[in-house]
């Protein structure tokens, strides 16, 4: 009987990781929603919207059967609703308040009302009492299409291959967007692919073909195989339990399957660039998958008495941050140390590598030979020792490579609440700090031998405010706090200082030998900017950003918390809340991409038509603004 | 849990690749320098060579770039085993191997279903490979197989194409000697309406476009419960945070209470001030009903375009009333109301989903006319067939606490997903509800208790008492196979010996007669041995007492199947089967006396795990191993079999000789 087993996989699990991205800075400006609340009563009020649905383009066209969702602060739940056949939509009795107004259909991108392009923030909508709001317009813009086959190198078309259109993003930190995740699909049994409602921007297409079973690959020429045929055939029967006969033909090369892109390259540098604009469908990105050199990789784990550690796992991971395009989740190939404390890894691509092991001290335990790791957990508890070592694989093995353990570093400090309206949280023991590695280096958990992220254990705090994280490998670390019911409570994290640098603003370094001390400080002090935005004549200007930015330099960069951009209401009303203190300078634009803001160079163009304006703690700068004069 | 539920089912090959055991082959680090990378083995290097050629199975021509495999449970150095694309002419060479009986050569390559030596039809066993030291194996030959593909398009009643809706292929299988309809492949539609259903083992297959009405509370949290199944392809709905809208906020407002959750299915027209439409589920080719569906015949190679589909909205009704019974909370209940006819299918196959309210009452929104069956239990559980994963579009607003995937003895290719229902605990019901063209109220479904199934474990004579350590489940199986019934089972650890089985539906039931290390010899349940017939919990009351009395003897049979000639029959299989012709149906999922093997290169067998009882084995063809579960098979093979009587602990050998079995 053919014994089956089954392995069940939750799709969503992995989305879980994807969340955890940073949020973007720029921001509409409408708070979540809403928690659960068993005593639940729907919002309502006097007051209706309505308005219709069309494509962009010159001639707008009206779009039927799209969901319609108007969602915010004081509505709940979310209202939503389908356009008709000709493309409307009404919400009746809708409370006073501030609303987001979106359009969703499959294969469209969503969109607010309001925004300029695709996937931009759009223009909040206030409602007062009994104001009836009619004939709004939405656009909705239809996705990108990317469309191709696959082939082999043969020439045939190869089915079953997932294939990705690959944005190139810069966010601060590795990590992929929800957006990103939405963009695979398998190529069907013609090898073709076609990717639907992308967003406009520019993109790579990559496959990513996978070989069954584990081992090494050798693929041999058909010279190869002629030569090695005719060895069997010149060979005489070996008796039983004789030496093995030596070959006369080597070994064929060993080669595994690469992640492949448009138009048939390994390298996403020399991937072909395709930018969509919104509605446009690109044909024929047909290209063949590839198979690569691979290497073996052999050491052993010793301690830092130089015995050789058993049972140990070592991984094989990225060793830089992947760049632009190319694959945010790899692979880690890993093995186990053996009596000798050797390890061996094969199948190894081309590529920048950091070797790593590493075991908490508890789970050590000794053998004749030396340390043998006891029990492996995946809990990272205890005093950690590690090892890596960066290496360059290039298609040629690499053998005796030695990891000797040493212990982890350690970082420790305090939560500090500087308040003068609120009073400190009685209880600090429910708040966590939590480091987060810049590379996937620090933190790295694997599960099934995937990259699943790049978070330190977090480290629970004491209740004098002071916490401890004993096992942090050398990286450079984001730090943020969570839990205590710290949301909403009107405290605001000011700063987390070590070594005179501020880590929010600049990350917290950990270098071999070295450790930190951080102080972390919460404030009830919020300091932030806001005004109303008028045009030349007087009206409330909506249509545009409104961005702040720090003064000094220094700060600008990916994710840096003093480069805020909002767009007003429909009132003209912005707020850009809780910037650190310090010199800023606000303009206002048209149009801009988030991404934008992560470039000094974009951020210079502006210096000159902004206006400078220093916040200091605790203070609520209001700074009304006229544009287009 | 909640949101895209994703099965897949792996050879069992794949866990022969287990992690190397520290100390047992140590790698022995060359020296310094680098060498170009090899693919030969730096370990367990032998004298023996396998080498053959990978050919397409239809077409005869070889499949240059497949990858070619090996597998061997009886290598225990634990080294995964070399691999080798096969060359523009298709051939591979393997060598430096050690000796090993169990050699299994398997292939792959994109588009083919997986070919291993000695297969000769796509899924069938797979055969092995003996080899000894400076042994070759040569002229092994893999075949290769194109399987069907259907597709079709999906336009709405203005000819414009759907996007994102789901379409799924059925099939009929035989389970515990009865049909049951089950469901394959999910595709969706892309930017075009366009799906494609490829991988299709040959058979009969009817193709059915989905759509389920899925009532959410408008109290439900927005956010995950609403996760829409979009994961399916690109191009569903996508909630888009950085606009500020919650991430899958793809329902809409009916009335104050009550929201239609659109995911993989069509976004119906808007209510307006007319009556409610909505686009009911249909089968190819437009009809309502699978009775009514055309079953379209998929051979290897088939690529059956075409199966197209027009959705139309037809009148639609509200169907509200309330629960009763059932002690405990009704929040958050979901009731399915299935087509009849369609209760055993799973997540997908709805007319429409709801969410019972706090104070018990409930209402589906957008029903089409149409019978159905209310259905309530607290563990949804469904078979599917077919290789790969299926993502099985759930409905919104389900909360599972825990979720069991597994594969069924008694139907080689389908596997199950059992869903355990967060909001409900041991309640369960089914009803008829019809559905006609003005609203359905004042329904009351009545919560009926399930039935607890408690005993005791005694132990015949010397057998080991269970320790500590010990972890095993104790499960009871639908008789007839019926997925609806579900399965139930008793995690037994810590030394008990005293077992509640909980949320047992009623009806009647097989015992897995495998316990952990033990075989359940008999149970009794007042005064009557119910091991062969089955435990009937159809009156509703609990069950208690039931002294289940196991031993540790375990039983095998071996031995050697030649072909008339009394040369070894390698690679053909093997079957036990009982000699009570009762026990050729109704026997659950797990029949412990049925069992099968496939043959060694020296034609040896092995059959473990048996139970005490009188069998018939007989050798077939490997395309055969599979023809156990419809009982003709059984009726013809019993003129070619031996009879075989087994006790607890007999360790028997039987040859057998190879018969050629006609099921007319």
């Avoid at chain 1, 014994?3 to 879980?16: I, P, S």
């Avoid at chain 1, 001639?59 to 059967?65: C, G, H, L, Q």
């Avoid at chain 2, 089950?182 to 058979?203: F, H, K």
Wanted: aromatic content about 6%; hydrophobic content about 40%; overall charge negative.
């Amino acid at each position: 009987m053919r014994a089956r087993v089954a392995v069940l996989t939750l799709a969503c699990g992995a989305m879980v990781w994807f969340t955890a991205a940073p949020g973007s800075r720029l921001r509409a400006s409408t708070p979540q929603t809403p928690a659960r609340d068993a005593t639940f009563q729907p919002t309502s009020g006097t007051a209706s919207l309505s308005g219709v649905v069309v494509t962009d383009g010159d001639t707008p066209t009206p779009v039927r059967r799209a969901i319609v969702t108007l969602s915010g602060d004081g509505l709940r739940p979310s209202r939503g609703a389908i356009t008709d056949d000709d493309g409307r939509f009404a919400f009746e009795r809708l409370p006073a308040g501030r609303f987001i107004l979106t359009a969703a259909r499959p294969a469209f991108i969503t969109s607010a009302y309001g925004a300029k392009r695709p996937n931009r923030p759009g223009t909040a909508i206030t409602l007062s009492d009994g104001q009836a709001l009619a004939d709004l317009t939405l656009r909705l813009w239809r996705g990108g299409v990317l469309a191709g086959t696959l082939r082999d190198e043969f020439g045939r078309p190869v089915a079953g291959v997932p294939v990705e259109a690959v944005r190139a993003v810069t966010p601060p930190f590795p990590t992929p967007t929800l957006t990103l995740s939405n963009n695979g699909v398998t190529t069907d049994d013609a090898g073709e692919f076609r990717i639907f409602g992308l967003e406009p921007g520019t993109y790579v297409v990559r496959a990513s073909p996978s070989a069954p079973q584990t081992g090494t690959m050798g693929a041999p020429s058909e010279a190869d195989v002629d030569r090695m045929l005719d060895a069997l055939q010149r060979r005489a029967p070996a008796p039983i339990g004789s030496a093995p006969v030596q070959n006369d033909v080597p070994d064929p090369p060993a080669v595994d399957f690469a992640p492949s892109y448009h138009p048939g390259t390994p390298r996403a540098a020399q991937a072909t660039r395709v930018t969509v604009v919104a509605g446009q469908t690109v044909t024929g990105l047909d290209f063949s998958i590839q198979r690569i050199a691979t290497a073996t990789v052999e050491g052993r784990v010793i301690d830092d008495q130089g015995r050789p550690v058993v049972g140990i796992g070592v991984q094989l991971m990225p060793g830089a941050p992947p760049g632009p395009f190319e694959p945010r989740v790899p692979r880690a190939p890993s093995a186990t140390t053996d009596r000798e404390g050797a390890f061996s890894i094969s199948s190894i691509p081309p590529g920048e590598y950091r070797l790593f092991a590493r075991a908490a001290e508890r789970q050590l335990g000794l053998t004749e030979e030396g340390p043998a790791v006891t029990r492996m957990s995946s809990a990272m508890q205890g005093n950690l020792l590690w090892a890596y070592q960066d290496l360059a694989v290039t298609g040629n093995d690499v053998p005796g490579l030695v990891l000797r353990l040493q212990p982890a570093l350690r970082v420790a400090g305090r939560v500090v609440f500087d308040g003068q309206t609120l009073t400190p949280p009685e209880d600090l023991t429910s708040l966590r700090v939590v480091l987060r590695a810049d590379s996937v280096v620090g933190g790295a958990g694997f599960i099934n031998g995937v990259v699943q992220g790049n978070i330190v254990a977090p480290a629970s705090v004491a209740a004098d405010g002071t916490f401890e994280l004993p096992s942090v490998l050398p990286d450079t670390y984001r730090l943020s706090v969570t839990g205590g019911g710290l949301d909403g409570s009107g405290w605001w994290l000011a700063s987390a200082t070590a070594g005179g640098r501020d880590a929010l603003d600049f990350g917290l370094p950990i270098t071999p030998g070295g450790g930190a001390d951080v102080v972390i400080t919460f404030t009830d002090r919020h300091s932030g900017i806001s005004g109303t935005l008028q045009t030349a004549s007087g009206d409330p200007a909506s249509n545009v950003f409104v961005v702040a930015f720090a003064a000094d330099r220094t700060f600008w960069g990916p994710g840096s918390r003093r480069v805020q951009a909002v767009r007003p209401d429909v009132d003209g009303h912005y707020a850009i809340a809780d910037l650190p203190p310090g010199d800023y300078l606000l303009g206002a634009l048209s149009d801009v991409d988030p991404e934008q803001f992560d470039d000094p160079a974009f951020l210079d163009q502006l210096v000159p038509a902004s206006i400078r304006l220093p916040v200091a703690a605790g203070e609520q700068k209001v700074q009304d603004l006229r544009v287009g004069g | 849990m909640r949101g895209i539920v994703t099965v897949s089912f792996a050879a069992v090959a794949v866990l022969a690749l287990v992690a190397r055991p520290a100390g047992q082959t140590p790698v022995v680090a060359r020296p310094g320098g680098t060498t170009a990378g090899s693919s030969g083995q730096s370990a367990a290097s032998g004298t023996g060579a396998i080498t053959g050629v990978v050919t397409d199975a239809t077409t005869g021509q070889p499949v240059p770039g497949a990858v070619v495999y090996l597998l061997s449970t009886s290598r225990r150095d634990g080294l995964p085993m070399p691999r080798m694309v096969a060359d523009p002419r298709g051939r591979f060479v393997f060598r430096d191997l050690p000796a090993a009986d169990d050699y299994q050569v398997g292939a792959s390559h994109f588009g083919y279903e997986r070919g291993a030596y000695g297969r000769t039809e796509p899924g069938g066993p797979a055969g092995q490979v003996a080899l000894a030291d400076g042994q070759w194996v040569r002229d092994v030959s893999i075949r290769l197989w194109k399987l069907g593909v259907i597709s079709g398009r999906v336009v709405d009643e203005r000819n414009e194409p759907v996007v994102g809706v789901a379409v799924r292929v059925f099939a009929t299988r035989s389970i515990a000697g009865r049909p049951y309809l089950v469901g394959g492949s999910v595709d969706s539609t892309d930017d075009r309406g366009v799906y494609r259903i490829a991988n299709l083992q040959p058979g009969r297959y009817q193709v059915a476009l989905l759509s389920v009405q899925s009532t959410i509370l408008a109290s439900t949290p927005e956010g995950a419960p609403l996760r829409p199944i979009g994961g399916l392809a690109s191009g569903g709905y996508s909630g888009n945070a950085r606009l500020g809208g919650a991430v899958g906020d793809a329902s809409v407002n009916l009335d104050d209470r009550h929201r239609l959750a659109i995911t993989n299915f069509g976004t119906p027209p808007p209510p307006g001030d007319g009556t409610p439409r909505a686009y009911p589920a249909q089968f190819y080719p437009g009809v309502r009903t699978h009775e009514a569906a055309e079953t379209l015949v998929v051979e290897l190679g088939t690529d059956r375009t075409g199966v197209d589909f027009q959705m139309r909205p037809v009148p639609a009704a509200r169907v509200s009333g309330r629960v009763e019974g059932g002690s405990g909370e009704v929040a958050n209940i979901m009731l399915r109301l299935m087509p009849e006819g369609l209760e055993r299918l799973d997540f997908g196959v709805e007319a429409a989903t709801t969410l019972v309210e706090p104070d018990g009452s409930f209402t589906f929104l957008n029903v089409p006319a149409g019978a159905y069956t209310l259905v309530m239990q607290p563990a949804i559980m469904a078979f599917s067939f077919g290789p790969g994963s299926i993502r099985l579009p759930e409905p919104a607003g389900l909360v599972t606490s825990g979720i069991s995937v597994g594969s069924l003895r008694a139907a080689p290719d389908v596997g199950y997903l059992r869903s355990t229902v967060e909001h409900g605990g041991d309640v369960w019901a089914r009803q008829p509800v019809s559905v006609g063209s003005s609203d359905v109220t004042g329904l009351v479904v009545r919560l009926q208790p399930t039935v607890k199934v408690s005993g005791r474990i005694a132990f015949d004579g010397d057998t080991a008492r269970p320790t500590e350590r010990d972890a095993f489940r104790l499960a009871i199986e639908p008789a007839d196979g019926d997925p609806a019934l579900g399965t139930s089972s008793a995690f037994i650890r810590n030394g008990e010996t005293t077992f509640t089985i909980e949320g047992v539906l009623p009806g009647r039931y097989a015992l897995n007669r495998q316990l952990g290390r033990w075989y359940i010899m008999s149970a009794v349940w007042n005064g009557r041995d119910i091991t062969a017939s089955g435990l009937d919990t159809s009156t509703g009351g609990d069950v208690t007492d039931v002294v289940i009395t196991v031993t540790d003897k375990a039983i095998e049979l071996g031995g050697v199947a030649r072909d008339r000639q009394g040369q070894p029959a390698a690679a053909s299989a093997v079957i036990a089967f009982p000699v009570d012709r009762a026990r050729w149906t109704s026997y659950g999922w797990s029949p412990n006396d049925f069992r099968t093997a496939t043959a060694g290169a020296t034609g040896s067998f092995r059959l473990p795990y048996l139970v005490a009882g009188e069998y018939y084995v007989v050798a077939v063809d490997a395309a055969q191993a599979d023809a156990w579960t419809d009982p003709r098979f059984l009726e013809a093979a019993v003129p070619h079999a031996t009879r075989v009587t087994l006790d607890w602990g007999d360790h028997k050998t039987q040859d057998v000789v190879l018969a050629e079995v006609v099921v007319r």
